[in-house]
Every structure is written in C-alpha cells, then in structure tokens.
C-alpha cells in the first residue's frame, strides 16, 4: 500500500538557521508534490507544488526538491524564524490529481 | 491564493441528531473536493472525494449513510453527519482543487458531539 513518511515528528531548530524536512514515500509515483502549513485548530495552508519532470522550486525563503529515483522530497527554510513554527504536511498526489494523501506531518519549532 | 470557507466553524450537537457542515470554493470554481477528518495529533485523513453533479467516493471505512455528500455547484459541496455519536467528534476540514492542481483548504470545523 502506498506509504508517506516525514521524517521525524518533531524538529528544533536555531532560528537564523535553515531547517530541512523530509518526506519520502513508497509503493507510489505521484506526479505532483505540495507542501503544507498547518498550525493548531486550522486548516492546512498550501505552500508550493512541485511537479515530477521539475527538480527543484523556491518561494521566496522556501525550496522543495523533488528527487523521483530516490522517491524523496525535501523542503528548507532558510534563514527560519519562531514564525515559522507549526506542522509541515507532504501531500504527493496522483496523475489525476484526484487526491492528495498526506504524510504524519513534522512539527517544527524555531526557538530565538 | 484562492480561498475555501468552511460554515459553521464550530458546531456542538447532542447525540443522535444530524448535523451539516458546508464548504465554499469563493473564487474560483471547483469541480472537485475533498473532506478530511482529523484526530488530535493525528494527519489529515480523507473520507470522500465530491464531484460536482455526481456522488462521491468514499474511502474505505468510511461509511457512506453516515456521512452524506452533496456538490449540488461549482462552488458548494456539503458534508451532513446523520445520527451523530460522540465518536464522530472530530476536526472535519474541506479543499477544493483548482485547474493547475493546487488544493486549498477550508479553515476546518470542530464538531462535538455529547
């Protein structure tokens, strides 16, 4: 069955630092890739997608990679600060894009 | 971004009764979208797939009498949880699917059922 994986639950990180978060998936191909943001109480806001046949793509101090042979994604926060604590969500989804699954989330706290 | 809205926010019903939890694509149409539950602690799971002009497709476990489906427009689908139990108290959230395949997320809606 298809399996998402992020790479830890939760990840500290100095803010000023680039925080770097994994996603990896198996028994799956999926020809897109979003990233979320999801704080407490809230729905899940969409951060970039990234497509199969594109490596890598950045958002002002975002960047996703996506890596097919390795079935991985990472996502970076560069230069990270407290407000970028909350939960990251990896969501690859299908061909159709009919639907997305999500992986466990990591959660992410930048301390000052 | 597009924007998706959730009504009512919060709801809490007493055991038994039925309760209907409406979400909006507001600019932008969607001919596809999406409801999830979500536990505490927990990710998102998907419970059902809404087509606008047909049924949905439920994932497996989800049972289809219980929580019912409707994407009566482009803009509107709406989830109605039948005969509520305590069990069924949870953090249901809505998304809608635009044409580059983007999905945007409702802010959510807590149920709590006693």
């Known amino acids: 069955s298809q399996k998402i994986e992020q790479n830890s639950e939760a990840l500290n990180i100095q803010e000023g630092k680039t925080a770097t978060l994994t996603c990896n998936y198996t028994n799956y191909s999926p020809a897109y890739l979003q990233w979320y943001r999801q704080d407490p109480g809230r729905g899940p806001v969409f951060l970039l997608l990234?497509?199969?046949?594109?490596k890598e793509k950045r958002k002002e101090r975002l960047k996703v990679t996506f890596d097919t042979t390795l079935k991985q994604s990472l996502f970076h926060i560069t230069a990270s600060q407290p407000a970028d604590s909350a939960t990251y969500l990896c969501?690859?989804?299908?061909?159709?894009?009919?639907?997305?699954?999500f992986g466990s989330g990591t959660r992410l706290s930048i301390r000052p | 971004g597009a924007v998706v809205s959730q009504h009512p926010s919060w709801v809490i019903c007493k055991s038994g009764t039925s309760v209907k939890i409406e979400c909006r694509s507001l600019?932008?149409?969607?001919?596809?979208m999406f409801w999830y539950r979500q536990f505490p602690k927990q990710s998102l799971m998907l419970m059902a797939t809404s087509n606008e002009g047909s049924k949905a497709t439920y994932e497996q476990g989800v049972e289809k009498d219980k929580f019912l489906i409707n994407h009566a427009s482009l803009t509107l689908s709406t989830l109605t949880v039948t005969s509520a139990h305590p069990e069924d108290s949870s953090f249901y959230i809505c998304?809608?699917?635009?044409?580059?395949?983007?999905?945007?997320f409702g802010p959510g809606t807590r149920l709590t059922v006693t």
């Open positions: 969501a690859p989804s299908d061909s159709s894009a009919s639907k997305i699954i």
């Open positions: 600019d932008f149409q969607a001919t596809t």
């Open positions: 998304s809608a699917t635009t044409l580059t395949y983007e999905q945007y």
């Open positions: 990234i497509r199969e046949n594109e």
